[in-house]
């Protein structure tokens, strides 16, 4: 792998940067690998990467049916934070937010991580006693996590909306400072580029159509373009794995609703934290090159296609306006949708499976970006050594008949 | 050029010359007309300079006269109601218009941000991915760099003043754009009697024929636009909305259209809303959107004065104005020459019409050479020179098999370069539709394929290209639209056309050659807003961004406020050339909403401030504000927290509620609490199902407390409901949670037991709720009632009464949330008010004292009740709540029965609820969701018990209390647990989560 630099950079300006390589191959598949990871975004390449790298598993396929990172991957809001309230969530998101934070030098590929701070508004006294449990959770887990005074938050965002006589008036917030953006399509492209360079086989335009089995034991995929084998095969396909996993015969506890997020046209920046609010249903913040990303809110009938209703937007932008009556003449750019796959507790399955060799990573409802290194490093360990890391040990499959949930309903930026 | 020539011509166009409009640009005075955009004004006046570009801020100009503009992006008024990134060539001109260049510094002229230029060769594409990665963590510190020349324009300093309006609508056949081909098929379909909405961007509708000068039956075809706009005026299911954009195509051709129902002028009329989102159901839809004018791809094609060759026309023809006096011609197709011969019979010198083509031929191309134009085939323009301004091109000869052009080199002095690629129609409408594309060879477009919704492409955006072509396929759509919806409908008769030379087939070279190889010589530019050029590109296909919307992410082509309406289909071509592949099998990107950028005004509407939520009064509600108590927002309802007295903060306002409610009476307002009359011969059966308890053996005029669980087991509502006939309950939810409750009962009644005979009604808001409680609670309503017999024996805990209160026909529940003797009197809602002063009449002499939702909190804390949502989150079982006593696992089936048998919910280490006490004289309260922890000494990340969910001063005790739910905390009772805060560890004691009578004597009494 050539390394990036801004001395790469100068060198190739001389030769009107025309020598550069491709940051990927892209290879015809091989018949068999050790390992194949269905999915070609952020989460199915970090595991491919980690893999690699954590476990020295390089015989590794990437199948894509489309193109990477196009999924969620590249339709999310970009927020990256680990509050979350629960132990087991916290832990988790942490330990991807750690991995985020050296992501730009262990890649070489800057994703512009931009730790500029996640500011959870409460609006009520039911927010405030739910925010100081989350807060108090935090700290004790060792995750900066603080409260803001009402004066507080307006000094760290003058256009925001604090008057008292606002319908729902801003009473405080939290704010986990180390939380913040990056640049979404970096992080598929810089794990893309470094699975390549450590001998992953990234395909694309490659879908998976059914999953190879002998007995109880996966054995390899039947794609469009041929079969392919492998002994371990893991799905990492958001928004459509209970469709892969019918495939193997398993039914998941798993909804597909469309999700829709949008953008405002550039301009100079005035937002420099990401805010959230749950009572008024918005959260936004602004990208590096000016745009006011929003999220929206799930259209509540299930789909698998990549769109959503107009009334969901407005209400989000109403909301946006509400809190920041400046932006209502600032003009939305663009609107997309996809789709996310929420299960009961609002919480992931990243775990074995009853098929022997066949592992699932998914339902990360509309917070799988945060997630998408730690998603990737505890997946790649699962498969490894087909038993899971301690930190994704809770979020078997077998929890939704033992019971033991991961609530995280509440944990939503947007009440979904 | 030797006579004056004065580039506003004094003659045509459609402005209105008696009306002059001043209007300010970057400070400088300007004069216009009615009738002008920003955009021809600015041109009229010689201003060419109008913008800066995002990346490298060249000067830039004005390059299109519509939607597609990618340059001429401006601040448009000021103050509160400052708009950024505004298109000036969608800017109807009116008086006092003020309007300023963003994004640069310190002036248009002279912007330093131009800098950029001179590092341009290390800026390519992506170029951020690859650098600003030293030292580890420094990221931030250039971010702060790159914040500092984001943006374009400013948001506005103060909220937005003006107002906005909804509509929703249906129509039969909606009709998306005003040209030809839509003015054709809104006539078709408003005749044939269908409910019509014909919508157009522009003010004026007419579309291509507002400024090409073309004729219809031999007289100017504005003339046929003006009849056929009189006759669908004159329609009354008819509907033509001017200045508006359709701008999103959605599920169930469900459309969003935005009216800019003030935007030409200074500010709203008053009582005017500022624009108008439609949201409109259409049975059948006709786009007639049109087409725009592609650019050809040429070094240096930025500068201030190359423009679109229609463009040019349109601002002579319809705003009388010459954008240059003289101009080349830069074209690959015949139909430029329309333009070029127009812009020549308007007096502007045309040096040259310069033609990628080796042999143009055609009856265009004779014209042009019969006017003594100089046509020169086969040669392409290589450079342009000027920098605020064109000056002049350079030309020379395409060689066969070569990527430069090097010969016959020659250079033309101009101030004018018009270009034209060809016409890409524009299919974002359809798309969005989910309607297929397909590539078309000879034009090098994508054109409407497969439809898949009930919609209907014609005219230019359907390939068309003749005006002939565009009225019949116009009047057929509409016709077919009408017919689908069931209306006898024929297409109508159209006026004749000019007869239209048939077209020599154009050009297709998406990168124009120069005396260099593409990217070492100036900039092809692709994208003019986001500064994204043919190397760019194809430095993207070389690393591998090979699919389109890699390039698109990775370049960030068609990602300005454009959306690429000029550069996408040649961004694309470049990508297919560069990896070897066909246009079709690169594809399009995703064309997403909105079509042109909406105001989120706009999208908001009216539900802001007051409107975002409806707030719920009580009928009591005047009461509370009278007296002076604060409120706190309960869901949608608004709640008395407390009532301060003259002088008292929170807590002494409190204190004296409290004190008032354990010893004397209190009264409170519960009339917000959810309500659902349940009736019916399956009622009981119905709650028995829903409930963990039972409900069939419960004694009419009895009431009982009860759980509902979801289908996991944990606890999702809780109340007290009352028997009032063997086939009527009375369920009472939380506040909050009145709606969802509701909604839930609904249905599992319509989807899982539609065997069951119930009806479900709301009556929240049918009733006011007057609680009395304390130890002269019943004093006082002994005073109200005569009819009511309130001794203990007669009227027990847990029952209901009916009778007369205060001369009002109530039902009096005896249940208490407080611990102390309570009674719950329930009126006609109109009643509320009479009620609530009558009860505080007569218990005057008894001390009665209302008190607010936070008293009411202290109350049912000490005793250790629980509510929904504090004491639970959605985790809790009855059985963690230490209240197995309320499931009936006898009972066949209940909602979370199996929930609560699987095994993680029977494990004996689960979070419980306890009480808490602090160490004797311990003043200060724990905080509500601090964590408790067994070791006083641990260090994050340390194992946590569980949290505090309820704290308070208790004043009965005269001591901080504490409710918590604890793992295994049953088991715990009386040991010490450490809450460890910022500022201190903090230990208490678990007990019994019951502070206060805990026998029961006083609610019992």
């Known amino acids: 792998m050539k390394r990036y630099s801004i001395f790469s950079l100068a060198r190739n300006a001389l030769s009107h940067h025309e020598d550069w390589p491709q940051a990927w191959r892209s290879p015809e598949p091989k018949p068999a690998y050790d390992v194949i990871i269905v999915g070609g975004g952020g989460h199915g390449l970090a595991t491919a990467y980690y893999l690699a790298k954590e476990h020295g598993i390089s015989n590794v396929a990437v199948l894509e049916k489309g193109w990477l990172g196009g999924g969620n991957t590249g339709r999310n809001t970009t927020v990256i934070r680990s509050n979350y309230l629960w132990d087991e969530s916290a832990h988790l998101y942490e330990k991807s937010l750690q991995l985020y934070e050296g992501l730009s030098q262990d890649l070489n590929f800057n994703i512009m991580l931009s730790q500029r701070g996640v ?75 470094a699975a390549d360079a450590r001998g992953v086989d990234i395909i694309q335009n490659c879908e998976v159509t059914g999953i190879l089995r002998d007995g109880g034991r996966v054995t390899g995929v039947e794609t469009t373009r041929g079969a392919i084998r492998a002994p371990k095969v893991g799905c990492v396909v958001a928004g459509h794995a209970s469709v892969l996993a019918a495939m193997a015969g398993l039914s998941l506890p798993i909804e597909s609703h469309p999700l829709q997020a949008l953008v405002s046209e550039p301009i100079k920046p005035v937002l420099h934290t990401v805010v959230m609010s749950s009572a008024v249903h918005a959260y936004i913040s602004q990208s590096d090159k000016g745009e006011l990303v929003m999220g929206a809110g799930i259209d509540t009938w299930n789909s698998y296609a990549q769109r959503g209703s107009l009334p969901v937007v407005a209400h989000t932008v109403g909301a946006v306006c509400e809190l920041f009556p400046i932006f209502g003449r600032v003009r939305m750019m663009r609107s997309w949708a996809g789709i996310v796959d929420i299960c009961p507790d609002a919480s992931p399955i990243i775990s074995r499976t009853p098929v022997e060799g066949l592992y699932f990573n998914c339902g990360w409802g509309t917070g799988g970006f945060k997630a998408t290194p730690g998603s990737g490093w505890v997946f790649a360990y699962t498969i490894a050594r087909d038993e899971p890391h301690p930190l994704n040990a809770p979020f078997a499959l077998e929890r939704f008949s033992t019971g033991a949930l991961i609530d995280e309903h509440g944990a939503a930026a947007v009440a979904h | 050029m030797t006579a004056p020539f004065d580039l506003r011509r004094p003659e045509g166009g459609r402005i209105d010359r008696a009306r002059a409009m001043r209007f300010v640009f970057d400070g400088a005075g300007y004069s216009g007309y009615a009738g002008d955009t920003l955009a021809s004004a600015l041109l009229a006046n010689g201003v060419r300079l109008v913008a800066r570009s995002f990346k490298y801020h060249r000067p830039r100009g004005i390059a299109t006269a519509g939607a597609e503009e990618p340059n001429a992006l401006v601040q448009l008024r000021g103050n509160a109601r400052s708009e950024p990134n505004i298109r000036a060539t969608q800017v109807e001109l009116y008086d006092g218009l003020v309007a300023a260049s963003q994004n640069r510094w310190p002036s248009l002229e002279l912007d330093l941000g131009a800098l950029n230029s001179v590092f341009a060769k290390l800026l390519p594409a992506g170029f951020y991915y690859k650098t600003f990665m030293w030292p580890p963590g420094f990221w931030h510190f250039y971010e702060r760099l790159v914040r500092r020349m984001a943006g374009m324009g400013r948001a506005a300093d103060a909220s937005d003043p003006d107002r906005y309006d909804h509509r929703w609508a249906h129509c039969d056949v909606l009709v998306v754009g005003a040209g030809p081909s839509g003015l054709a098929a ?299 919806c069931g209306f006898a409908a024929a297409p109508p008769a159209l006026p004749a056309a ?59 082509t068609g990602m300005g406020t454009d959306q690429g309406k000029t550069s996408n289909l040649a961004a694309l071509a470049i990508l297919a050339e560069a990896t070897g592949r066909e246009i079709p099998a690169v594809g399009t990107t995703t064309f997403r909403p909105p079509y042109t950028p909406v105001a989120m005004g706009a999208l908001t509407g009216r539900t802001v401030g007051a409107l975002l939520d409806p707030a719920r009064w009580t009928p009591i509600h005047r009461w509370h504000v009278r007296a002076g108590a604060v409120f706190e927002n309960v869901g949608q309802w608004q709640r008395a927290r407390y009532y301060p007295q003259a002088g008292e903060d929170m807590h002494r306002a409190l204190a004296r509620e409290l004190h008032a409610a354990r010893n004397a009476v209190g009264i409170f307002d519960a009339s917000t609490l959810g309500k659902i009359d349940v009736k019916g011969p399956d009622a009981a059966r119905f709650l028995d199902l829903v409930y963990t308890n039972s409900w069939s053996k419960l004694g009419i005029g009895r009431c009982r407390y009860g759980f509902m669980l979801r289908e996991d087991g944990y606890v999702f509502d809780d109340g007290v409901t009352t028997r009032l006939a063997d086939d009527h309950f009375l369920v009472s939810t939380t506040t909050g949670n009145a709606a969802p409750v509701l909604s839930w009962l609904e249905d599992l009644l319509q989807m899982e037991w539609t065997e069951l005979k119930v009806r479900l009604t709301s009556v929240t808001e049918e009733y006011a709720v007057v609680t009395l409680s304390g130890p002269f609670a019943r004093r006082v309503l002994t005073e109200l009632t005569a009819d009511i017999d309130l001794e203990p024996k007669a009227f027990p805990f847990m029952s209901l009464s009916h009778g007369t209160v205060a001369g009002i026909a109530a039902r009096v529940f005896r249940v208490s949330f407080t611990g102390e003797l309570s009674y719950e009197v329930q009126v006609k809602a109109s009643y509320g008010l ?109 194992p946590m018990l569980g949290h505090v969910t309820s704290s308070y001063w208790s004043v009965a005790l005269d001591a901080p209390i504490a409710l918590a739910m604890i793992k295994g905390g049953r088991a715990r009772m009386g040991e010490t647990v450490y809450a460890p805060l910022p500022d201190r560890v903090a230990a208490a004691t678990v007990v019994e989560p019951c502070f206060w009578d805990p026998e029961g004597k006083r609610l019992h009494g």
């Open chain 2, 498 to 556: 000019e007869p239209e030379p048939e077209s020599a087939p154009m050009r297709l070279l998406w990168v124009v050659p120069s005396d260099a190889p593409v990217g070492h010589k100036g900039k092809h530019f692709v994208d003019l807003q986001n500064d994204v050029t043919a190397a760019d590109l194809r430095l993207a296909a070389r690393e591998g961004y090979r699919s389109v919307e890699h390039l698109k992410r990775y370049t960030t």
């Open chain 2, 834 to 942: 009479a009620l609530w002063n009558a009860c505080m009449e007569a218990g005057e002499k008894y001390g009665i004292t209302p008190y607010g939702t936070e008293a009411m909190h202290v109350l049912r804390a000490e005793k250790g009740y629980v509510i929904v949502g504090q004491e639970t989150d959605g985790t809790v079982t009855p059985y963690d709540l230490g209240m197995g006593w309320i499931v009936n696992d006898n009972k066949p089936d209940f909602i979370g029965k199996r929930g609560l048998r699987r095994a993680d919910l029977q494990r004996p280490d689960r979070k419980q609820l306890v009480g808490l006490r602090l160490e004797a004289g311990e003043r200060r309260k724990l905080p509500e969701g601090a964590h408790l922890v067994a070791d006083r000494d641990a260090v994050p990340p340390m």
């Open chain 1, 119 to 193: 500011v959870n508004l409460a609006h009520s006294e039911h927010d405030l006693r739910e925010l100081s449990r989350r807060v108090h959770a935090l700290r004790l887990n060792g995750i900066d996590s603080e409260v803001l005074s009402l004066d507080e938050v307006r000094r760290l965002i003058p256009i925001l909306d604090c008057s008292p006589a606002a319908r729902y008036p801003v009473l405080g917030a939290s704010v986990q400072w180390r939380g913040g953006i990056a640049r979404h399509d970096a992080v598929a492209w810089g794990f893309a580029r």
């Open chain 2, 186 to 484: 809104a006539l078709a379909a408003g005749r044939a009697g269908a409910r019509v909405i014909l919508c157009d961007e522009q003010a004026e509708p007419g579309g291509s024929l507002l400024g090409s000068g073309a004729t219809l039956d031999g007289a100017p075809a504005m003339q046929w636009a003006g009849a056929v706009l009189a006759e669908l005026g004159a329609l009354p299911d008819v509907t033509v909305l001017p200045r508006t954009t359709a701008f999103g195509y959605y599920d169930h051709n469900a459309l969003g259209l935005v009216e800019r129902v003030a935007d030409h002028a200074a500010e709203p009329l008053p009582g005017q809303p500022r624009q108008r989102l439609w949201l409109v159901r259409a049975r059948q839809v006709v786009l007639a959107t049109g087409a725009i004018e592609r650019p050809l791809v040429f070094r240096d094609n930025d500068r201030p004065g190359v423009m679109l060759a229609d463009a040019a026309r349109t601002y002579l023809g319809r705003y009388a104005v010459a954008c240059g006096r003289r101009a080349v011609l830069f074209t690959n197709n015949d139909h430029a020459y329309d333009a070029a011969l127009a812009l020549h019979a308007g007096g502007v010198d045309l040096a040259a019409i310069v033609d990628l083509r080796a042999e143009p031929g055609g009856l265009r191309v004779d014209a042009a050479r019969a006017r003594g134009l100089r046509v020169i085939a086969g040669r392409a323009v290589t450079a342009t020179h000027g920098r605020s301004s064109v000056t002049g091109v350079d030309i020379a000869r395409l060689q066969e098999g070569s990527d430069l052009a090097v010969l016959d080199r020659e250079s033309i002095a101009c101030d004018l370069v018009l270009n034209s690629g060809g016409w890409t129609p524009s299919v974002h409408l359809f798309s969005q539709s989910g309607g297929r594309l397909r590539y078309d060879e000879a034009t090098g477009a994508f054109l409407p394929g497969r439809a898949v919704q009930a919609v209907r492409a014609a005219g230019s955006c359907n390939g068309a290209v003749a005006l002939k072509d565009c009225l019949k396929q116009g009047a057929a759509a509409g016709a077919a639209a009408a017919g689908d």
